[in-house]
């Protein structure tokens, strides 16, 4: 069974920075794209970033220039590096894997950024 962990959330101020990884399960799933999505409270769940098996990678445009994704195909992990972080970012951030046109989930993780 498929299973997608995530860690690295938490509290941090205004300006800071914050990693999150997730790490997906068995070591033989092997997913096309790898990403982060998040969900603010009365929000629908918004891409953050994504990134293929190949190195390709998207952003929203709220976060470029301030977030970074990252995978490391060996350990069927995903990073996303957060800096400069702003009152907006906070949300429950959720790993997403994809293949063959089906998305599996992590439980999320809660991301507050105070001001």
């Known amino acids: 069974q498929v299973q997608l962990v995530e860690s690295g959330g938490g509290l941090v101020q205004a300006g800071g920075s914050l990693r999150l990884s997730c790490v997906a399960s068995?070591?033989?799933?092997?997913?096309?794209?790898m990403g982060w999505y998040r969900q603010a409270p009365g929000k629908r769940r918004e891409l953050v970033a994504l990134?293929?098996?190949?190195?390709?990678?998207n952003y929203a445009d709220s976060v470029k220039g301030r977030f970074t994704i990252s995978r490391d195909n060996a350990k069927n992990t995903v990073y996303l590096q957060m800096n400069s972080l702003n009152s907006e970012d906070t949300a429950v951030y959720y790993c997403n894997a994809r293949i063959w046109a089906l998305d599996y989930w992590g439980q999320g993780t809660q991301v507050t950024v105070s001001s």
């Open positions: 068995p070591s033989t799933f092997n997913p096309s794209d």
């Open positions: 990134i293929t098996r190949g190195g390709g990678i």
